[in-house]
């Protein structure tokens, strides 16, 4: 059982920036791929970004894309996402999830954290 917390959520402006950061425990960190994913409000959950095994691949949904950073550091069992250029409409829970499978399909990752608020005022 892999056990994912989330940090550094929190209130920004439009045009600014945060990073959130996820500690897993558990598990061998490098079974795993590690994805964020959030949920607005009032909307469905959705993908953010993903990054497999040992930081060779990313991928990142298109509203992200060229604004936010996912890396993962294997020796503290820590994935990151760095969100520069916040928008209004990246108001979401953003959730740190892993799966052993890098390259979902439509399915959701197998673990998931609690979920941390990111708020962007404009």
């Known amino acids: 059982q892999v056990h994912l917390a989330e940090s550094g959520g929190g209130l920004a402006q439009a045009g600014g920036s945060l990073r959130l950061s996820c500690a897993a425990s558990?598990?061998?960190?490098?079974?795993?791929?590690m994805y964020w994913f959030r949920q607005p409000p009032g909307k469905e959950r959705e993908f953010v970004a993903g990054?497999?095994?040992?930081?060779?691949?990313?991928d990142y949904a298109d509203s992200v894309k060229g604004r936010f950073t996912i890396s993962r550091d294997n020796a503290k069992n820590t994935v990151y996402l760095l969100m520069n250029s916040l928008k209004p409409e990246d108001t979401a829970v953003y959730y740190c999830?892993?799966?052993?499978?890098?390259?979902?399909?439509?399915?959701?990752?197998?673990?998931r954290g609690q979920g941390t608020q990111v708020t962007v005022s404009s």
């Open positions: 999830t892993a799966d052993r499978a890098y390259g979902l399909g439509s399915r959701l990752p197998t673990y």
């Open positions: 558990g598990g061998t960190f490098t079974d795993y791929a």
């Open positions: 990054i497999d095994w040992y930081g060779g691949s990313t």
